[in-house]
T-cell receptor
Framework: NAGVMQNPRHLVRRRGQEARLRCSPM?????VYWYRQLPEEGLKFMVY????????ESGMPKERFSAEFPKEGPSILRIQQVVRGDSAAYFC?????????????FGDGTRLSIL | AQTVTQSQPEMSVQEAETVTLSCTYD???????LFWYKQPPSRQMILVIR??????QNATENRFSVNFQKAAKSFSLKISDSQLGDTAMYFC?????????????FGEGTQLTVNP
């Protein structure tokens, strides 16, 4: 499968624990985006990364959330000390980052549930 | 900041008929791209169709076509010969063309149900 791979598909955490969500972009894609979808809502942009660089994190909450895209390995979205309001579907998308139009290809999402 | 508005939270259509989903957006930019994504019950995000703002010709992909009215900032999706598998949430999305690798701004979605 050459698509965007996200894992885990489902993640359950208790309040106060840490959540780590992983995303491997499509082969040849160097741009990664994270979006959050709260229940009954549309997707909201969180952060945009290239390898080893955060390009735009204007959609990230100021506290407890961080993201990285290391030189080797998947992109990681990390949520520390999770709260009930963090329950959502988190989608990763990737694009090649070149050319006049760069449609983003999405993974299947990670459903985070906070007990 | 750009905004995308989908004014129809829910719509339904009979199988084999045609339905149009509305989308309007607000931007001060002249170079941008518009997309329709489909999210079926499986929750995947599937790209349906895309439109470059500099192109006057409306995009078409098989049974899916758009009516792009740049001056009115309107980007509606028409689904012809609706099929049961078209049942899904449909999201309209905007992407700036001013910079490489821009974020997508989504509308709140329209839940489409195709009835047999």
């Amino acid at each position: 499968n050459a698509g965007v791979m996200q894992n885990p598909r489902h993640l359950v955490r208790r309040r106060g624990q840490e959540a780590r969500l992983r995303c491997s972009p499509m082969k040849g894609h160097s741009h990664v985006y994270w979006y959050r979808q709260l229940p009954e809502e549309g997707l909201k942009f969180m952060v945009y990364l290239q390898k080893e660089n955060i390009i735009d994190e204007s959609g990230m909450p100021k506290e407890r959330f961080s993201a990285e895209f290391p030189k080797e390995g998947p992109s990681i979205l990390r949520i520390q000390q999770v709260v009930r309001g963090d329950s959502a579907a988190y989608f990763c998308a990737s694009s090649p980052g070149t050319g006049s139009i760069q449609p983003q290809h999405f993974g299947d999402g990670t459903r985070l549930s906070i007990l | 900041a750009q905004t995308v508005t989908q004014s129809q939270p829910e719509m339904s259509v009979q199988e084999a008929e045609t339905v149009t989903l509305s989308c309007t957006y607000d931007t001060s930019e002249n170079n941008y791209y518009l997309f329709w994504y489909k999210q079926p019950p499986s929750r995947q995000m599937i790209l349906v169709i895309r439109q470059e703002a500099y192109k006057q010709q409306n995009a078409t992909e098989n049974r899916f076509s758009v009516n792009f009215q740049k001056a009115a900032k309107s980007f509606s999706l028409k689904i012809s010969d609706s099929q049961l598998g078209d049942t899904a949430m449909y999201f309209c999305a905007f992407m700036s063309g001013e910079t490489s690798g821009s974020r997508l701004t989504f509308g709140e979605g329209t839940q489409l149900t195709v009835n047999p």
